[in-house]
Structures are given as C-alpha cells and as structure tokens.
C-alpha cells in the first residue's frame, strides 16, 4: 500500500501540487482576459515602419521571460494592417501556442519597456492582459517556467512534429499565486537579479570567445619560414570501430576503458574526461584504444571537433585517431589549427544519414606550421585563454542550476522571501 505523501505544515495540498496555505490557485481563464492576435507571416513584415509586430518566433529565439522593447529588435507592419488589433502594455502576457519540442510548450513573455512604441501581438501567439491587475509586472514572466504550471501545459500538448497547447485548455491551466502583490514582487526580483548575473556572465564568455577568435586568426596564419604539408604527410590517421553488434550486451561493463560516443562532444572543451559507458575486454579489443594526452576529431555528426583525451577510451567509428606526429607537430598546436578549420570540414562533409568525413579527407587538409618552439608557445597562449573560457562556462552551467533551483523553491512557495 503505498502511504499518502506527507503534508508539512503551513502547506496545503491542491490539484496541481503542495503549495502553502496562503497561495491562491486561479486559473489563466479567472486572472486574464485573452485578447485578439494578428495573423500576419513573416513575408508581410517589415524593418521600418512604427507599429512593431511580435512573431511567436522572435519569441522562442530572442526571448527568456522578459519581452523587453528596450533591448529586442522587432519587426513592422505597415500602418493600414494595424485595423482593431489591441496594442500591447507594459505587463501583458503572450503566450505562444506552437513549438518544435516540449521545452517551448507554452512558452511566455511578460513585456516592458514598450514606453512609446506601438506594437501587436501575432501569428501562433495568445495576449493575456491582467483582468484585475492581481500580479505584479515583473512576476508574470515567471508564470510558465514555474513546475507546477509547467507539468499542466505539457500533459495538454497536443501534435506530433509541432506541440501546443489550444486556448481552450491554456485557459483551464491552474497557477499558483503569492498572496500580495508585496511577495510577488520579491521573487520577481530575485529571479532578475539571477537573469542579470548569468546575461553579464553570457556577454563575457561571448567576449572571451571573440578574443580567442582573434589570438586564433593571428598566431595560426601562415608567416615566413612556416612549411606547409597535408596531415597525412605528417601523421598516422586511424578510424576508430565501433563493436558489432553494438548493442550487445556482452561488450560492455561497469569498469575499464570508456567508450566514447559522438554524442560525448561538445565543442567547448579542450579535454574530454568523462564519457557515460565502458566496454568489456571484448569490446575494447575490438574497437580502437587511445590514452591521455591523445588526439581525436569527429567525422560524424558533429564534425570537424578536435579533443584531447583525458581518460583510458575506446572511440566510436566517428572519430580519428592522429598518431606519430609528435616529432613535427605539438600536440595544442594541432588542435586549435583543427579547431580553426571546423567550419571548413563542416561543409567538406559527404552526404549521407548524417552528414560524414573519411580519412582521405582528414588527410588531405592542410596544415601550416613553425619551429616545434614556436608551436608550444602558440599552443600555450590559445591554450591558457581556453582555460579561461572553460571555467567561465562551469560557472554559468552553475549559475543556471542555481537559478533553477531558485524557481523551483521561489515559484512553488517552498522558501518565502516575506
């Protein structure tokens, strides 16, 4: 028999979960009133005209919670396409009512900042305004992101490639609410004040990762004296096997070399150290070994990523191993030229169910490159910025659980800030 989930005190339980005794429970239907919305598609749009458009696009790309005029370009339509359509205010609430996966189901944005401007609201979306003005503006742009509000919208998704979720039932969602205006507000600025923390951490990571871009182009670019080869000509380049067949159970174990999937890249990191599966002995006998300190790239998929091994592995068959060049070319030499290419190897990639190199191509790419002294010194600066970059984004990965458990407990009245 299971046994009742325990209540604490000062909670009460509802239909959409435990919140606390205080909270209200209202549906979108009792707190908004949902306004009419324009159908026009991206090819009545314009970039100059005075009445801006909001398109539920600009909204799944640009936006977070926030619509905010002062910092988001929007598009136009022409004065005579305006007709009865409502315009927007400061603290309405457009919902969109399409998106390719769940993570955007119902997606929301609260605007502001309109100020003088005169805009609508468009195709795929929903505009709530406050019937009774019972949430504080900054609070609404919360509203969707909240768990228990969440779970309700993804269970009345409807569509196969396309989810959304219909007026109808968009109206029936039920949404916990702090009791004042007073406790709304705090929460509100709370979450702000995480947005504003990982936004300036996002702008420095962009600009760290432009200046790297420019050490790149700069220390990279052939000069006087540098030879010029094919890294064929340079280097050993073996395709990594994958086990066959590869869902049998009897290649892997809970221990021993990794097993390294494409879907382990990212292209964010120097280093791979981690991969979620290991192979038995019999699998690592019949895939391809590789060790600390050594160079792979992708050919599948995700192509043309460079990574330094960190750890005992075997490689899928979307990788290449590059050995015995070592003598001629310093390892963090080589892989930023790799890694400077990518964009390059991206569009050398054959057709196919996904799109794919072979090593003929790896081999025929060129390399340029200076005395081994000079490579390592290269190597070290793009290595030390890389550094660098990588802590930034384990802090932003940081803040971002932060802030989602600050949702989690803030939205649902678990901590209380009044």
Same mark, same amino acid.
């Given at each position: 028999m299971v046994e009742a989930m325990e209540?604490?005190?000062?909670?009460?339980?509802?239909?959409?979960?435990?919140?606390?005794?205080?909270?209200l429970l209202a549906s979108y239907d009792e707190v908004f009133d949902f306004l009419t919305t324009a159908t026009y598609s991206r090819a009545q749009l314009t970039e100059s005209d005075t009445i801006k458009y909001v398109h539920y696009g600009d909204i799944h790309t640009k936006c977070l919670h926030f619509l905010d005029c002062d910092k988001?370009? !929007?598009?136009?339509?022409?004065?005579?396409?305006?007709?009865?359509?409502? /315009?927007?205010?400061?603290?309405?609430? =457009?919902?969109v009512d399409a998106s390719e996966d769940y993570e955007g189901v119902g997606k929301s944005v609260e605007v502001k900042n309109l100020k003088n401007r005169k805009a609508i609201s468009g195709l795929h979306t929903f505009l709530l305004r406050d019937k009774q003005e019972a949430i504080a503006n900054g609070f609404k742009g919360y509203l969707q992101p909240n768990s228990l509000v969440k779970k309700q919208m993804d269970?009345?998704?409807?569509?196969?490639?396309?989810y959304g979720v219909s007026k109808t039932n968009l109206k029936l969602i039920k949404i916990p609410l702090p009791p004042t205006k007073a406790e709304q507000t705090a929460i509100a600025e709370? !979450?702000?004040?995480?947005?504003?923390?990982?936004?300036?951490?996002?702008? /420095?990571?962009?600009?760290?990762?432009? =200046?790297?871009?420019?050490?790149m182009q700069e220390l990279l670019k052939p000069k006087a004296g540098w030879e010029v080869k094919k890294l064929g000509e340079i280097a050993n380049i073996r395709r990594g096997a994958s086990p066959r067949p590869i869902k049998d159970p009897k290649w892997f174990s809970d221990r021993g070399r990794g097993w390294i999937r494409i879907s382990d890249v990212t292209s964010s990191s120097v280093y791979l150290n981690a991969t979620t599966q290991y192979l038995s002995e019999?699998?690592?006998?019949?895939?391809?070994?590789?060790d600390k300190g050594d160079l792979i790239m992708s050919i599948c998929a995700t192509i043309g990523v460079p990574i330094i091994i960190n750890i005992p592995a075997c490689i899928h068959d979307g990788f290449v191993l590059f050995t015995n060049y070592e003598k001629v070319i310093d390892t963090f030499f080589l892989y930023f030229v790799l890694q400077a290419q990518t964009e390059i190897l991206t569009g050398k990639g054959q057709p196919g169910t996904q799109k794919n190199l072979n090593t003929t191509i790896v081999g025929n790419i060129e390399i340029a490159y200076p005395n081994i002294e000079k490579q390592q010194d290269i190597g070290l600066i793009l290595r030390d910025i890389d550094i660098e970059l990588s802590g930034l984004e384990k802090k932003l990965d940081k803040y971002k659980m932060l802030k989602q458990g600050m949702m989690q407990n803030l939205l649902t009245g678990r901590i209380r800030l009044i």
């Amino acid at each position: 028999m299971v046994e009742a989930m325990e209540i604490p005190k000062g909670f009460k339980k509802t239909e959409v979960g435990i919140i606390p005794d205080d909270w209200l429970l209202a549906s979108y239907d009792e707190v908004f009133d949902f306004l009419t919305t324009a159908t026009y598609s991206r090819a009545q749009l314009t970039e100059s005209d005075t009445i801006k458009y909001v398109h539920y696009g600009d909204i799944h790309t640009k936006c977070l919670h926030f619509l905010d005029c002062d910092k988001i370009y !929007l598009p136009s339509i022409k004065n005579e396409l305006l007709k009865n359509y409502p /315009l927007l205010k400061d603290g309405d609430l =457009i919902v969109v009512d399409a998106s390719e996966d769940y993570e955007g189901v119902g997606k929301s944005v609260e605007v502001k900042n309109l100020k003088n401007r005169k805009a609508i609201s468009g195709l795929h979306t929903f505009l709530l305004r406050d019937k009774q003005e019972a949430i504080a503006n900054g609070f609404k742009g919360y509203l969707q992101p909240n768990s228990l509000v969440k779970k309700q919208m993804d269970a009345l998704a409807t569509g196969m490639k396309v989810y959304g979720v219909s007026k109808t039932n968009l109206k029936l969602i039920k949404i916990p609410l702090p009791p004042t205006k007073a406790e709304q507000t705090a929460i509100a600025e709370a !979450l702000n004040d995480a947005d504003a923390l990982i936004a300036e951490l996002e702008k /420095l990571i962009a600009k760290k990762k432009a =200046i790297k871009q420019g050490a790149m182009q700069e220390l990279l670019k052939p000069k006087a004296g540098w030879e010029v080869k094919k890294l064929g000509e340079i280097a050993n380049i073996r395709r990594g096997a994958s086990p066959r067949p590869i869902k049998d159970p009897k290649w892997f174990s809970d221990r021993g070399r990794g097993w390294i999937r494409i879907s382990d890249v990212t292209s964010s990191s120097v280093y791979l150290n981690a991969t979620t599966q290991y192979l038995s002995e019999d699998g690592a006998r019949n895939s391809v070994a590789v060790d600390k300190g050594d160079l792979i790239m992708s050919i599948c998929a995700t192509i043309g990523v460079p990574i330094i091994i960190n750890i005992p592995a075997c490689i899928h068959d979307g990788f290449v191993l590059f050995t015995n060049y070592e003598k001629v070319i310093d390892t963090f030499f080589l892989y930023f030229v790799l890694q400077a290419q990518t964009e390059i190897l991206t569009g050398k990639g054959q057709p196919g169910t996904q799109k794919n190199l072979n090593t003929t191509i790896v081999g025929n790419i060129e390399i340029a490159y200076p005395n081994i002294e000079k490579q390592q010194d290269i190597g070290l600066i793009l290595r030390d910025i890389d550094i660098e970059l990588s802590g930034l984004e384990k802090k932003l990965d940081k803040y971002k659980m932060l802030k989602q458990g600050m949702m989690q407990n803030l939205l649902t009245g678990r901590i209380r800030l009044i």
